[in-house]
């Protein structure tokens, strides 16, 4: 046997086993999730169509219930209808002006639509029709104690 199929061999078995290894040391990048909604807390954003008249059939995401869960797991949250010019939003946050353009691009054309996430990752989604699906969501990616 060659110094080069040695060699070789050897490296193959070292690849593998620092592929494989994950430990904690790992030389091996595990690529971060990036968040739906750019920001340090849970966070939920809404695009509706009014000219769909979408915005009528979101009354469960404000169900009193959906809004109490938002509240107690520490939701920032905003709804915006595809219409609006968000780049004239002056006073409005980089990171919900970046959520709009997300929604508006992931939901091609559905509506409504929800981003719903926090800082480890989240979904991009058509709005559940039923309150209680809503709930799982944020009680999935929301900050409660």
């Known amino acids: 046997m060659s110094w080069h199929s040695i060699l070789r061999s050897l490296s193959a078995v070292l690849l593998l086993i620092v592929a494989f290894y ?13 968040p739906v909604i750019d920001i ?16 009528v059939s979101t009354p469960y995401f404000f169900d009193s219930r959906v809004q109490e869960a938002l509240k107690n797991n520490g939701y ?8 609006v010019d968000i780049e004239s939003q002056e ?8 959520a709009y353009k997300k929604a508006i691009e992931d939901s091609n054309g559905k509506r409504p639509w929800l981003l719903i996430g926090n800082k ?15 709930i799982e969501l944020i009680n999935r990616y929301g900050a409660s104690e």
């Open 91 to 98: 006073f409005l946050a980089e990171h919900w002006k970046s």
């Open 120 to 134: 480890e990752g989240g979904e991009s989604i058509s709005l559940p029709e039923q309150p209680e699906k809503i």
């Open 76 to 83: 920032q949250w905003k709804r915006f209808d595809d219409s």
């Open 40 to 55: 340090d807390s849970s966070a939920a954003f809404v695009l509706t169509d009014t000219g769909e008249e979408s915005t």
């Open 22 to 34: 994950g430990g904690p040391d790992s030389p091996v990048v595990t690529p971060k999730v990036k």
